[in-house]
């Protein structure tokens, strides 16, 4: 099975701050992953596909790059509403996985 | 309105069964690759099984092949999982997600199911 691990597995921040995550795959996955955020009680949702790709509907602040090994979600300007817990999964290959998650904190 | 909506969890003991069912609304539903995925409340997620638009293809994580099988009904728009020998570990909150290209851009809100 590929395992997917993000970095770090929490991250305070302030309203207006740059905040990025990372993703490291145990083999190469191509561009074939996701971005999603989670808020307490609430299904995940996604944000970003194809490594890059933002979802119809999300904010122009996200956005995901990267390929084969090691990709990277970036919120440009934090903002309220994106207090929550962001994981990335891979679809390259069966089973597909998920990272541990992150969950962004307010500082 | 564009919706996935789960039903069927509960509370099992352990070795016994229960079919999860997830239907379908405003979309093309046997255009799309279905999944199921679990999460443990406050814990990540675990991808669970998939299966394409026409039901002809189906895949398992491991821990649940031969135990649970994947259905669905595209006259009905319903997705299905028959979960059979249940254990403490398949309990959690159980997501049906509609799969774009490897990423799932629609879920319903989940069905919880305990095995004790």
């Known amino acids: 099975d590929i395992q997917m691990t993000q970095s770090p597995s929490s991250v305070s921040a302030s309203v207006g701050d740059r905040v990025t995550i990372t993703c490291r795959a145990s083999?190469?996955?191509?561009?074939?992953l996701a971005w999603f955020q989670q808020k307490p009680g609430k299904a995940p949702e996604l944000l970003i596909f194809a490594a890059s790709s933002l979802q119809s509907g999300v904010p122009s602040r996200f956005s995901g790059s990267g390929s084969g090994t090691d990709f990277t979600l970036t919120i440009s300007s934090l903002q309220p509403e994106d207090f929550a817990t962001y994981f990335c999964q891979q679809a390259n290959s069966f089973p597909w996985t998920f990272g541990q998650g992150t969950k962004v904190e307010i500082k | 309105e564009v919706q996935l909506v789960e039903s069927g969890g509960g509370l099992v003991k352990p070795g016994g069964s229960l079919r999860l069912s997830c239907a379908a609304s405003?979309?093309?539903?046997?255009?799309?690759?279905m999944n199921w995925v679990r999460q443990v409340p406050g814990q990540g997620l675990e991808w669970v099984s998939s299966i394409s638009g026409s039901g002809g293809s189906k895949y398992y994580t491991d821990s649940v092949q031969g135990r649970f099988t994947i259905s669905r009904d595209n006259a009905k728009t319903s997705l299905y999982l028959q979960m059979n020998s249940l254990r403490g570990e398949d309990t959690g909150l159980y997501y049906c997600a509609r799969d774009l290209g490897g990423a799932t851009n629609l879920w319903g809100q989940g069905t919880l199911v305990t095995v004790s």
């Open positions: 083999q190469d996955v191509g561009s074939w």
């Open positions: 405003g979309f093309a539903f046997s255009a799309y690759t």
